[in-house]
Nanobody
Framework: QVQLVESGGGLVQPGGSLRLSCAVS????????MNWYRQAPGKERELVAG????????VYADSVKGRFTISRDNAKNTVYLQMNSLKPEDTAVYYC?????????WGQGTQVTVSS
């Protein structure tokens, strides 16, 4: 019953922007932190950003700090990732994950490709 549905990925040129969305259902959204991960071909899945239950605390990987912004709308059970100044090395499948729980709940992922 737990569902996480990512959307918003696509092909963009270096320096471009995308906004990813993750809609959560089957879970008490307001009680959990949320995270964005990404996985590039041949690489391990890595944490990109995290946000606390109310949006008051956020964390970012050093590689995206200053370029990406995570936010959430608890009324819509949705977490967002605004990605600016995109670089080719940002190319990956981006996944949404519920934080602070033992079981890993993942969405299907959305592909982000940054290329000229």
């Amino acid at each position: 019953q737990v569902q996480l549905v990512e959307s918003g990925g696509g092909l963009v040129q270096p320096g471009g922007s995308l906004r990813l969305s993750c809609a959560v259902s089957g879970f008490t959204f307001t009680s959990v932190a949320m995270n964005w991960y990404r996985q590039a071909p041949g690489k391990e899945r890595e944490l990109v950003a995290g946000i606390g239950t109310t949006g008051g605390s956020t964390v970012y990987a050093d590689s995206v700090k200053g370029r990406f912004t995570i936010s959430r709308d608890n009324a819509k059970n949705t977490v967002y990732l605004q990605m600016n100044s995109l670089k080719p090395e940002d190319t990956a499948v981006y996944y949404c994950k519920i934080g602070g729980v033992r079981k890993d709940y993942w969405g299907q992922g959305t592909q982000v490709t940054v290329s000229s």
